[in-house]
């Protein structure tokens, strides 16, 4: 592989890092097993493409992996088979892995287990400022070394967009909020499912007609607006009815006593994430979002020295807007609903007012219910103006795309410099969805050191070609089957990218072990992510998505945890017949692989898309189907 010659070679030295030296012995000892077991795929396969129903042990993985089909009864009978085999299937038994390891189900009480959120963990923290709600996670040897199990009766999502109005009862348990929100239109139990009507506390009618509202303050339809993050999202409403107006929307709340909103988001096909604005900044780059929002989020705006604003501020690209619905807006209307007093929310919109000027943003629109305010293009005026207005002061010595476990200040984060006040800080970016292919500002400005555009094409093509070879191995492209997407390594967003006209969204996760920090590209193409620790449990709920790509990620991490620990932080978050590609060193899958199999996965290993000659190989498998009742039935069965 080091000496190799592609049409990808500049892309390589992005990757390269990631691995280790290999000796030319090696190399051409892999390439005779590698060729031996191509021929020997071709020959007990026949070259044929059908799947086969056999699961007899053989030198070459499986053939074929059974899941349920589209229906949503977990007992159908009914089987797809991901066509695995017929494409260069790599002949595993050349090399010698680890004796598996079978892990156990943990206690029904664990099922909607979020580690680093755990309620119990977060008492011991200052409740001041809800600090106690941010990531908390366990030390070292405190993780569960068990497999989350799924509640009774889970049965598989609705496909989208039907999702986006109903969910099983049986995957999300809940009823507290339509018991405490039965009058917002938020969410009713219909039998054994959920409904969501789409209302909101501050839009009854519907997130449609709310939505509509902000488009005649505001242009949503023109391509300038495409990235969006809703803080406070209830059951994320907002952003999955912006969906259907190519406006993709980064959802967040805490894991607090209204149960489950996110896992409610997550259910219906929405992005979404356990987040809340405490002490430390939220896990995005700076100049992120074309617009934030905030329907009564409950975010004390105005206290701290508005530093919750000030969050926003960084996170905004500029000319971005932020959008407040609910107190203290309109608080003349509304007054004695909010039971406050007029005076109180009279003073808390002069204080919001007072920090967004300090910000330099504009108040363009306060009409009904909702006010927007707008980010500047560039702080050529801001910085002048700091001598009359003293507070808050710019940044100094500051990374302003540090966001991992990384303390708010109450300073400004400086935009790039510019020529002139006509300039937009950072460089112009294209309209959606031209922006998706464009190369990105942070590259085309040279801000990234060794990343060039040339690269950024390269790795788009590369990922193309990738991604058209994942659906000849398998039915990635099958209607109704896969919709939350989380690309684990995602560096470019280049395999979302390649995903955009699938009815999927991708969760573009930049691991904080990255040679490079590619978070803000992402977001300049007009696709959304966030930093990840994969040492640590991601900031979701279990069985949050339907599909998990991992490229490199155990190299990335060979010395810093343990491989057993993300697999298994993998099958938490993973649906029950979900479907997870890993791309790695043979060395490295055929450890993987040990140990997925003791977690009740089906796996196989296949060749890379440039051949059987590659180190690299692909691994797919799919999660089995069960649940705490299945478990019960074999612990009686294994007692007996």
Not at 159 to 188: C, D, M, Y
Not at 538 to 561: G, I, K, N, Q
Not at 570 to 584: A, C, F, K, N, Y
Request: hydrophobic letters at 40%; proline letters at 6%; charged letters at 25%.
């Amino acid at each position: 592989m080091a000496g190799a010659s592609t049409p990808y070679s500049s892309v390589w030295k992005l990757y390269k890092p990631y691995w280790k030296r290999i000796n030319f012995l090696s190399i051409a000892a892999i390439a005779v097993l590698c060729s031996a077991s191509y021929l020997l795929g071709i020959w007990q396969h026949g070259g044929g493409g059908g799947s086969s129903t056999s699961r007899a042990a053989s030198s070459t993985i499986l053939a074929t992996v059974s899941c349920n089909d589209n229906s949503n009864s977990p007992s159908s009978t009914t089987v797809t088979t991901l066509d695995f085999a017929a494409h260069h299937a790599a002949d595993e038994s050349a090399f010698d892995g680890p004796a598996r390891r079978d892990f156990p189900a943990c206690d029904a009480k664990y099922s909607e287990y979020t580690p680093c959120e755990d309620v119990a963990r977060s008492l011991k923290f200052p409740r001041d400022r809800l600090i106690y709600r941010e990531r908390h996670c366990p030390a070292k040897g405190e993780e569960l070394r068990c497999l989350i199990p799924a509640p009774a009766g889970y049965q598989k999502p609705f496909p989208w967009p039907e999702s986006r109005g109903v969910a099983w009862f049986a995957n999300v348990p809940h009823k507290e909020l339509t018991v405490e929100k039965a009058v917002q239109n938020w969410i009713r139990v219909d039998g054994d499912k959920f409904r969501f009507p789409g209302g909101g506390t501050m839009f009854p009618n519907g997130a449609d007609a709310y939505i509509d509202e902000i488009d005649r303050l505001i242009n949503l339809r023109d391509g300038s607006v495409r990235t969006a993050i809703d803080t406070g999202c209830g059951v994320a409403s907002w952003g999955a009815y912006l969906l259907s107006r190519d406006i993709l929307t980064m959802s967040f709340a805490p894991r607090d006593s209204h149960e489950a909103q996110v896992q409610f988001a997550l259910e219906r096909g929405a992005p979404a994430m356990m987040g809340i604005l405490a002490s430390n900044r939220l896990p995005y780059p700076s100049r992120a979002f074309d617009m934030a929002h905030c329907s009564r989020c409950l975010i004390p705006w105005h206290q701290y020295d508005g530093l919750y604003l000030i969050e926003i501020d960084r996170i905004l690209r500029p000319g971005g807007y932020w959008i407040l619905s609910g107190p203290p807006i309109n608080w003349k209307r509304h007054w004695k609903g909010w039971q406050r007093t007029q005076e109180d929310l009279s003073a808390e919109q002069s204080a919001i007012e007072a920090v967004a000027k300090s910000l330099c943003w504009k108040k363009i629109k306060e009409e009904r219910d909702i006010a927007i305010w707008q980010k500047p293009t560039n702080h050529i005026h801001c910085k002048a103006n700091r001598k009359i207005i003293q507070s808050p002061q710019f940044c100094t010595d500051q990374n302003p795309d540090a966001a991992w476990y990384t303390k708010m200040e109450a300073c400004i984060t400086s935009m790039p410099e510019v020529d002139s006040i006509q300039d937009i800080a950072g460089g112009e970016l294209k309209k959606w969805p031209e922006r998706l292919m464009a190369v990105p500002p942070r590259i085309s400005s040279g801000s990234l050191s060794g990343v060039t555009g040339d690269m950024f094409f390269q790795d788009t093509e590369m990922w193309k070609k990738r991604v058209g070879y994942y659906k000849k191995l398998f039915n990635l492209g099958q209607k109704g089957r896969y919709r939350n997407l989380l690309d684990m390594n995602a560096r470019f967003g280049g395999f979302a990218a390649a995903m955009i006209d699938e009815p999927v969204w991708v969760m573009n996760a930049v691991p904080t072990a990255a040679n490079v920090n590619t978070l803000g590209v992402i977001y300049e193409r007009g696709l959304i992510g966030t930093y990840q620790d994969w040492c640590e449990a991601m900031s979701t709920y279990p069985r949050t998505y339907d599909l998990l790509h991992a490229d490199l990620v155990f190299t990335l991490y060979s010395d810093r945890c343990e491989m057993e620990d993300i697999l298994l932080e993998m099958d938490r978050i993973l649906r029950p017949e979900g479907t997870v590609i890993i791309r790695d060193d043979i060395d490295v899958l055929v450890k993987i692989k040990s140990i997925a199999d003791g977690m009740r996965w089906k796996s196989q290993i296949a060749d890379h898309e440039d051949g059987p000659l590659k180190r690299e190989k692909i691994m797919l498998a799919v999660k089995d189907y069960w649940t705490l009742t299945d478990q019960y039935q074999e612990q009686r069965n294994g007692a007996a």
